[in-house]
């Protein structure tokens, strides 16, 4: 069954530092979402992508944050300059057609130290 | 303020017994999801709802829309401890921006 793949699955990174968090989205999907989780909190909205561009985004995807889909199959999210705030598990998403079901993926826990 | 509330936040009850838990806001929502997340894991899609009133059964689980599209229920029949974990409603505000619910935490025990 086709899934949505993410890597790594952890990344520990100094603040001020520069991560980049990569998806690989379900093939034929044209929807992508990143979302995060601070631990014990509720998932959040970032972006979503549509068309090769951001078709929403939330008040927390500032300009620290970017996406991009550089080729085919892969999806994902920068974050520059990173803040101890930052801390929490990235989750991306992918919907087909509908844009209502989302598949996600395992996630990536980022620790800023 | 949550836009999207569930209840109860956490729910423990033995195997076999039934359950109700409720997603519930202010919003009208085009579409809502529930998943279920164990832990260190991705939210895994239970169910889409899109209609009001809408009814859809999953098993032992039954999901209903309510019918001004701003509440949910899921009725999970006949517990198993393959039940435990987090379950989650999100909302389809507009476009692609969609909102989850804080969770409410089930744990079955045997």
């Known amino acids: 069954e086709p899934e949505v793949t993410q890597t790594p699955s952890h990344q520990v990174t100094q603040m001020g530092q520069e991560v980049i968090l990569r998806c690989v989205p379900i093939s034929n999907h044209l929807y992508f979402y990143w979302y995060r989780q601070i631990l014990g909190q509720k998932v959040e909205f970032l972006v979503s992508?549509?068309?090769?561009?951001?078709?929403?985004k939330s008040e927390i995807f500032d300009d620290q944050f970017s996406v991009e889909r550089p080729d085919g199959s892969n999806f994902t999210l920068k974050i520059r300059s990173t803040k101890l705030e930052d801390s929490a598990m990235y989750f991306c998403a992918s919907s087909g057609q509908g844009a209502y079901e989302q598949y996600f993926g395992p996630g990536t826990r980022l620790t800023v130290t | 303020t949550q836009l999207l509330e569930q209840s109860p936040q956490f729910l423990s009850i033995q195997e076999g017994e039934n359950l109700t838990v409720y997603c519930n806001s202010s919003s009208v929502f085009s579409s809502l999801q529930w998943y279920r997340q164990e832990p260190g894991e991705g939210p895994v899609l239970l169910v889409t709802?899109?209609?009001?009133?809408e009814v859809k059964k999953l098993k032992r689980l039954t999901f209903q829309f309510g019918d001004a599209r701003k509440d949910s229920s899921l009725h999970i029949t006949a517990a198993q401890p393959g039940d435990t974990g987090l379950y989650l409603c999100a909302g389809n505000l507009y476009g692609q921006n969609f909102v989850f619910g804080p969770g409410t935490r089930l744990s079955v025990l045997p």
């Open positions: 992508f549509y068309n090769n561009e951001i078709s929403e």
């Open positions: 709802v899109v209609t009001g009133g």
